[in-house]
């Protein structure tokens, strides 16, 4: 099946610093990706859509110069978390869709776990 | 717009009891229906899925028919076992954008 890694599956970094995560659709081609933040105990919350090549549509609410996202090929998308603060603190997941499905199918990373001190 | 309402959790069964997870949609034309299953601490894995309506996706004993008369896609288990303590995501899928997600529910197995 479609197989999707991230890096690192945790990280803790100190408070004004940056973070990248990575997201890597290792066995098809992801058109696009998406990345989620989930908070403990609740649903995921779609952050923003990555389209290969082109820039990314953020949902409302989140600021596209704190949270960069970079989806430079059809195998690897990044969320670059800058000036990161304790409230930035979350499990973000990314997914991937196959360009060659038709039932809109998500593939999942297993997230990552971002501790802000 | 489009959305997912699944019953809240959390659940709390006995080993070998059936289960039923309640979800029900709203959306224009004609969507794809999944069940994502979410262990502590991980990512979420695809349980089932059915692309149209009438279609029963299964999975290690779950199952789900996509209903478009009633708008629903429950999710049931004749028989849990502790091992299926998760957090269990209805969504639901169409073109050109993300899935949406139901608040998902919390089912606890105990022996």
């Known amino acids: 099946g479609a197989v999707v890694s991230q890096h690192p599956s945790r990280v803790i970094c100190k408070s004004g610093t940056s973070v990248k995560i990575e997201c890597r659709s290792l066995d098809f081609q992801a058109t696009t990706m998406f990345w989620y933040r989930q908070f403990p105990k609740q649903s995921l919350m779609l952050m923003a859509t990555?389209?290969?090549?082109?820039?990314?549509?953020?949902e409302q609410g989140v600021e596209k110069d704190k949270f960069l996202i970079n989806h430079a090929s059809l195998t690897l998308s990044t969320l670059t978390v800058t000036s990161a603060h304790p409230e930035d603190s979350s499990f973000y997941i990314c997914?991937?869709?196959?360009?060659?499905?038709?039932?809109?199918?998500?593939?999942f990373g297993p997230g990552t776990r971002l501790t802000v001190t | 717009g489009d959305s997912v309402t699944q019953m809240e959790g959390p659940v709390t069964l006995s080993e070998e009891a059936f289960l039923t997870i309640n979800c029900t949609y709203t959306?224009?034309?004609?969507?794809?229906l999944f069940w994502y299953v979410q262990y502590p601490g991980e990512g979420l894995q695809l349980l089932l899925k059915?692309?149209?309506?009438?279609d029963k996706g299964s999975n290690k004993g779950f199952e789900a028919t996509y209903r478009k008369e009633t708008t629903s896609f429950h999710l049931e288990k004749g028989s849990v076992q502790v091992s299926d303590s998760a957090v269990y995501f209805c969504a639901l899928g169409q073109a050109g954008t993300a899935l949406i997600f139901g608040k998902g529910t919390t089912l606890s197995v105990s022996s």
């Open positions: 997914s991937a869709r196959d360009q060659k499905g038709g039932s809109y199918e998500q593939y």
């Open positions: 059915a692309t149209k309506a009438d």
């Open positions: 990555s389209n290969e090549g082109s820039k990314a549509t953020y």
């Open positions: 959306a224009t034309g004609y969507p794809s």
